[in-house]
């Protein structure tokens, strides 16, 4: 397994960008696909985006395309939700997972590991 842990989350205003990182131990990050899953209070937790062990490809939810962007790199065991044009709606807690077999995936259930998650709250 490996360890992973979320920071760069807090309150800002709609409208803003904020940019979420995962430092993960271990030296096989690398091999992992990775994903950002989100969970807003009273709600099932919700598939984000998630990127391949190489970085070339990812996938998003409609609700992010276009507006969240994630990234990895390799050399520094960390992963990023760079996240721009944010709205209230995306007010949740933000985890970041990592799978050891398989390419990037949109569901939950395929993840190995999970960090312990990062308030997001944007206020209108």
């Known amino acids: 397994q490996v360890q992973l842990v979320e920071s760069g989350g807090g309150l800002v205003q709609a409208g803003v960008s904020l940019r979420l990182s995962c430092a993960a131990s271990?030296?096989?990050?690398?091999?992992?696909?990775m994903g950002w899953f989100r969970q807003a209070p009273g709600k099932e937790r919700e598939f984000v985006a998630t990127i391949d062990w190489s970085g070339d490809n990812t996938y998003y939810s409609d609700s992010v395309k276009g507006r969240f962007t994630i990234s990895r790199d390799n050399a520094k065991n960390t992963l990023y939700l760079q996240m721009s044009s944010l709205k209230p709606e995306d007010t949740a807690v933000y985890y970041c997972?990592?799978?050891?077999?398989?390419?990037?995936?949109?569901?939950?259930?395929?993840?190995?590991?999970w960090g312990q998650g990062t308030q997001v709250t944007v206020s209108s």
């Open positions: 271990g030296r096989i990050f690398s091999s992992f696909a």
């Open positions: 997972a990592a799978r050891r077999y398989g390419g990037a995936a949109t569901t939950p259930q395929r993840y190995d590991s």
